[in-house]
Every structure is written in C-alpha cells, then in structure tokens.
C-alpha cells in the first residue's frame, strides 16, 4: 500500500483553504436558495396557452439595458441559460429556481420567438415589457428561496408558416440558405409592416417560420423567398384573428445556377426577379379600404375587356379612383404601374367615364399624356390612356377590380 505524506505545514494549509471554501459554499447556498415561480400563460381572450416554455432567465444590466447572463468561453446559444418549464393543458407551469440577482421572466425560444408578452400580473401588480425586453419579458429582483405564486403571463402567439421551397422541377430546396420576406397589411389600414429573415431548409427543403402580427383585427401577408438571385413570391395570405398556422409552396420558375449544366449560359438570371413577382404587390385578394369600405383585387389580364369579363364574374368594376385619398391608399397596397383602371372614353371621344357609372371627380393625369386614346392605366401611380397600337398595351397584364362590399365567404 502506498502512502501519500505532506509536509505538517502544508496540510494545516490546505485544511484551512477547504474549511473556507466550504464556508463561502454554504454562505452561497443560503443566499441563492432555491425559489419556486408558479402561475399560468394566457391569450388575450384569458384562454390558455398549452405547452409554452416559460423561462427564469439570469440578466446582467448593459448600461440601462438587461440581457441574458452568458456562459464565459461558449458558443452562442440558440436560447440563454434559463430554469424553464412548459404549460399544461390549462397554461399553468411551476419553475424551481436557485437565483441571487436580477431575473428576466420570459418566454422560450428566446432568440428566435415564437409568442410575445404583453403584460404579467402577479399579485395585484401589472408589468409591462419595455426597452429592449418589449415582448420577452420582464426583469425583476425577486428575494431568494422565496415563492411567487399565481402569477399571470398574457402573452400573444405568433403565426406559423410551414414553407416547402421546391426547384423548377419540383425537387426540394435542401440545406439551402434563403431569405424569406413578409408584407403585412391591415384591413383597417393599421399594422403594415416590412420584415425579412434569413432561414436555412432542411433535407427536405422545408422551413418554419414564425410572425408576429402588428394589428388585432384581419389582415394580409404577402410572403416570398429569394435565392441566387430570383424572387418567388406567393398568393397573399389571408389571416383572421386566432388563426395559429399556414402552409406555402414556393416552386422556382427558372433552373436555379446550381442546376444548370456545365457551360450553360447564365446571363438570364438578369431578368428572373422581374418575372417571379414581388414581395411588395398584393394581387389575388381582396382588400377593404377603410375609408369606403369598398373591396378591391388586383388581377392578371390579356387586355381590359378580359379585365372587364373577370369583373363580371366577381359582381365588380374595373377601379374608379374618386379622390387623392382612394388614389394613395391603392398605392400603398398595390404597385400601380402599367395596371388597367376603368377610366375610358369608349363611348365619345374626349368624354370620360368610369366602368361604374360614377362621376368623374378627380384625375391624376401623367403631364405628357395626350388623352387620345380609349383606355387609361396606372403608370408609376399616374394616369396615362393607350389604345392597341402603343407599345404599353402589350406590356400591361394587370387590372385593379372594385366592389362596394367584400365577396362573402362560402
């Protein structure tokens, strides 16, 4: 048997070091005790909200803002150091934590979020997230070992879109880093908004995204990808309020760079964007205009008597534009270049009238039009009147319908 032996004056040493370091263990252990946060996570409507990770998250103050205490030496995580627990099916959760400082109460993930916090009660105290925790959470000091009970967590979920992005031939997008946009427009005309991720697709080619909305009532999404230069944007998305989920097809209407054969020309790639659409037109919907409370669609054509033909079927007009306001609005949800309207002078020369009937009470005119033609389209948001024989007949394959009432959902 072996014997290890140590100088008398070294053991006393290193017996001293360990009496102290289990002092200050202890002294630690009692002042971060172990603590249990409890309660239950709801919507606005006070319904519960099932299997959400509720988070204790650790912060450190950065100069009047608090972010999430980081391990030293680590890669950065896809979520923050966090005690955590997820809601039941009545949206109550219990977190035991051993804390000593500052804490963020929040929602997981944190980084990538998938629901916002919009206040917290506890006791008959409200708090409300501000600076740049607005929708994660809130910080707090809570006394350690001690127990917070019944708190109340209102939080919002955020819409989840499913996308499948396939290539030309229908074969999956894989392991490809794209960028997703999203338009979202209100129908009350509040809540637009402009945002834009980068996702990675899996073997599959698919992805999931989460958006939050910026308006409590109806809205649209207009949402599109773009990759190696071309831009796929898909039907609008019409969103009601509590819809939690939607699913998206994009499908390349080019050879993607990677799929073309060796030596291939490439130089078309320069005009794909143009032809693949774009993020920022809402076309295929209907769309009210608070202010009328007219609905209004903006469609593919051949020429405006197709235009005429499809308003027919839908019990619509080709637009009047009536005022500045209506003028603006249209250009704000739609892009208004070489798009028919349902101006004309078809019957007389010079008169002109609207598909509708109404009265013509407002023009925009572009300054170098010479109103000699029958039929006017939105150039650039002004007015310009063409006929079978300009060029800018065969380049204008869009209209803008009109109908006092939306079309009711069957």
Known sequence: MKHSFYPKGLFLLITAISFFIGLVSRSIAQEAEIGTFSGRVIDKGGNPIVGRAVAIIPVEDGDGAWFPTEADDAEWPDDPLAFQAKTDKEGRFTINARIQGPVMLGLL???????AILKVKIGEMFAYPSGNAVGRGIVFAPEPGKAIEDIEITAKRFLRVQGKVRRMDGTPLDNARIKFSVRQLGFDGEGDANVSWGIQTDVGGDFVQYIESY????????????????????????????????????????????????????????????????VTDARGVWVVNP??????????????EDAIAQATEEDA?????????????????????????????????????????????????????KRDEDYVILFGGQWMDIGPNDIHWRLTRTAILERKKPPVEK
Not at 109 to 115: S, V
Not at 331 to 351: A, W, Y
């Open 109 to 115: 993930p944190y980084y990538k979020p998938e629901a």
């Open 215 to 278: 308006t409590d009532g109806p809205a649209f999404y207009i949402v599109s990808i773009r990759y190696q230069g071309q831009h796929v944007a898909a039907k609008p998305i019409v969103v009601k309020s509590g819809d939690q989920m939607h699913k998206v097809i994009f499908t390349f209407k080019n050879p993607l760079m990677s799929d073309l054969p060796e030596g291939a020309p490439r130089s078309f790639q320069a005009g794909v964007s143009a032809a693949s659409g774009t």
């Open 291 to 304: 202010a009328n409370g007219h609905a209004y669609k903006k469609i593919s054509c051949i020429g405006p």
């Open 317 to 369: 007009y080709l637009v009047a534009i009536n005022d500045e306001a209506e003028q603006v609005w249209l250009g704000r949800v739609f892009i208004l270049h070489h798009t028919f309207i349902g101006l004309n002078n078809i019957e007389k020369e010079g008169q002109w009238q609207w598909h509708s009937g109404e009265p013509v009470t407002y023009t925009n005119w572009a300054d170098s039009d």
